[in-house]
Nanobody, 112 residues
């Protein structure tokens, strides 16, 4: 079955960086566009970034443009989110999404 497993979350100070990974299995990863979403505590889940199946096209939420980079390695069935210049408002559970499936999420906390 389809599995998406996120990793790389943690506690980071404001201005710091983190790289999230999403390991995909159970489907042909290179056929599907993929996305990262996030959900702050008590708020709705929101789209952070998307990438086309081949990786040539990307889209970002205005709030993360210029700070986050989505990428993928189809040979490794892995999706990434490089996050830089992190702010407290980036604190959330980050989810990988693709092929109509969600991962379980990884917590990112930005705090001094």
């Amino acid at each position: 079955q389809v599995q998406l497993v996120e990793s790389g979350g943690g506690l980071v100070q404001p201005g710091g960086s983190l790289r999230l990974s999403c390991a995909a299995s159970g489907f042909t990863f290179s056929f599907y566009a993929m996305s990262w979403y996030r959900q702050p505590t008590g708020k709705e889940r929101e789209l952070v970034a998307s990438i086309s199946n081949g990786g040539r096209s990307t889209n970002y939420a205005d709030s993360v443009k210029g700070r986050f980079t989505i990428s993928r390695e189809n040979a490794k069935n892995t999706l990434y989110l490089q996050m830089s210049s992190l702010k407290s408002e980036d604190t959330a559970v980050y989810y990988c999404y693709g092929r109509n499936s969600w991962g379980r999420g990884t917590q990112v906390t930005v705090s001094s």
